[in-house]
């Protein structure tokens, strides 16, 4: 397997990520007018999850289903065992779940938040609280969907955007010691931790934190689940900035994290391949819980929802994490575009983590207020100006509380996701040249609100209204000074 520790320097010194793979199959991408692109945001109602990608010119959206996959895994795509039941490429996923992520027992699943269902459907009751790093929207929707709560216990410096703390993602001892005398250990069904925490910038756990956690969790005889989605990146991120794992292999560093917790669960849409997910552990009676419910809401247990195909690419894919020349892909392009940015002043989430490069709307329009929601603002203005389509990751994509009252994120970000092994460096740097004119002319970005919002998850399918002309004031002065640029 590559070392990137072993970097490769360039004779001018100058110092870009370099890409250890080849492009043999691609895409062409369109890149339409900005007046198409005004247009588009209003059919869209302002919500870039409602954008067509015909009208998308890089789709920073998400890096869920959408890194690249290699050649191996469209060669195993190919030899598929297409059965109901008993398939072996259900044995395949089994045999590399157990070689890379040291667990016996799968149970399949369509994607991360199907395995959310089930585990919040056997564990969650009324009146659980699950303590966590942070939540996951999903994670919060199902375990609320069955009557449960969370309480996030993340450190103070989790919160500090512009910061140079290499684990954000670390979960509080004293907090969550504290959470489980405050509510007692029968109300408690599991405690959770995220890899790469998505939410706060796709920060990571270190391997010390884990093991405090996994401490409490000894001392109260609560189970660990662990949110494997993004556990390569935060298994290289722990090798780049953990002295203790500088020398370990991405296997040694990935079987510490699961080998601590009693379930581990994925979205493979993110972990190793595109498409499904899974759950797994090495505690028979708990997967025996578990067992039934896949059947019931997933498909038969050697499928999971899944096409077999797709059950074969995980399963190659999950030997590829180990590989650092592809793991490192996204994180290294993200931090040339965290830094680049970060360099001319643009508010942005520091460390660069993992998924994407988050940008601080509540510092870029300092003159939104939450009510107005900046982060979705910003996301829709840089879609306008730019044809990169990015996500919201703020008061948008919360959800309202019990009494229908709105809740305002701790932070409001537009998150440009970076899938692996998809954008080249000219692209990564019309982002930058494209967020640097915006960040200059960001007075012209104006609020919005919400005219049509759904009950749950509204942030995929809502739609919003800017509050006043904003978006064509900002198109005329892209005009002004980009001419008949596209
Ligand atoms: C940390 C984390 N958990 C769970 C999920 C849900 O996975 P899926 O989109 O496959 O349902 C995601 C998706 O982005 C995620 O980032």
């Excluded at 247009?39 to 109602?45: D, H, I, K, P, R």
């Excluded at 959408?66 to 109901?84: F, I």
């Excluded at 592809?326 to 508010?347: F, T």
């Excluded at 709105?406 to 460096?425: G, I, K, N, S």
Aim: overall charge negative; glycine content about 8%.
């Amino acid at each position: 397997m590559g070392n990137t520790n072993q970097k490769i320097k360039f004779y001018s010194g100058e110092n870009i990520p370099l890409e250890l793979h080849k492009v043999r199959i691609v895409q062409k991408l369109h890149l339409v007018p900005i007046e198409r692109r005004l247009e588009a945001l209003y059919e869209a109602g302002f919500n870039t999850f409602r954008l067509s990608t015909k009208d998308v010119f890089l789709d920073m959206l998400t890096d869920s289903g959408t890194n690249a996959m290699s050649d191996h895994q469209l060669a195993a795509m190919m030899e598929a065992d297409d059965a109901y039941a008993g398939s072996q490429s259900f044995d395949r996923y089994q045999k590399a779940v157990e070689e890379v992520l040291g667990k016996k027992y799968l149970l399949p699943v369509h994607q991360g938040r199907a395995a959310e269902n089930v585990i919040s459907n056997a564990l969650v009751k009324k009146g659980s609280v699950v303590p966590m790093n942070y939540h996951f929207t999903t994670a919060l929707a199902h375990i609320t969907q069955y009557g449960g709560k969370i309480e996030e216990l993340l450190y103070d410096e989790a919160y500090v955007i512009n910061s140079k703390h290499p684990f954000k993602g670390n979960m509080n001892i004293e907090k969550l010691e504290d959470c489980i005398q405050r509510h007692g250990v029968s109300k408690i069904p599991y405690i959770r931790v995220e890899a790469s925490t998505n939410l706060i910038g796709g920060q990571p756990f270190s391997i010390a934190n884990l093991r405090e956690v996994r401490a409490v969790a000894d001392k109260y005889g609560i189970r660990l689940v662990l949110d494997a989605s993004l556990l390569g990146e935060n298994a290289w991120l722990v090798k780049q900035r953990e002295p203790e794992f500088k020398d370990a292999s991405m296997k040694d560093i990935i079987q510490l994290m699961t080998g601590m917790a009693d379930l581990v669960y994925f979205s493979a849409r993110k972990l190793s391949s595109a498409r499904g997910g899974g759950i797994c552990t090495n505690d028979v009676a708990l997967f025996k819980e578990l067992q039934p419910l896949i059947p019931l809401f997933e498909g038969f247990l050697t499928y999971g929802g899944m096409s077999v195909r797709e059950v074969e690419a995980i399963a190659v894919g999950l030997y590829e994490t180990l590989d650092e020349t592809m793991i490192c892909q996204s994180p290294q392009y993200i931090e040339y575009l965290v830094n680049a940015l970060d360099r001319k002043g643009i508010p942005v989430v520091t460390p660069a983590g993992v998924l994407g490069c988050h940008v601080d709307a509540m510092r870029v329009c300092e003159h939104i207020p939450q009510t107005a929601y900046p982060a979705g603002a910003l996301a829709a203005a840089f879609f306008l100006i730019s044809g990169v389509r990015g996500m919201e990751r703020g008061s948008v994509s919360n959800q309202r509380d019990e009494d229908g009252n709105e809740t305002y994120a701790d932070m409001e970000l537009l998150r440009l996701a970076v899938p692996r092994r998809v954008f080249t460096l000219s692209q990564i740097k019309y982002v930058e040249d494209r967020m640097t004119w915006l960040y200059e002319n960001r007075h012209l970005i104006g609020g919005l609100k919400f005219v049509d919002e759904p009950p749950v998850l509204r942030f995929f399918m809502g739609g919003l209204a800017p509050l006043t002309d904003w978006p064509e004031k900002l198109m005329s002065k892209f005009r002004e000074d980009f001419g008949d640029s596209l």
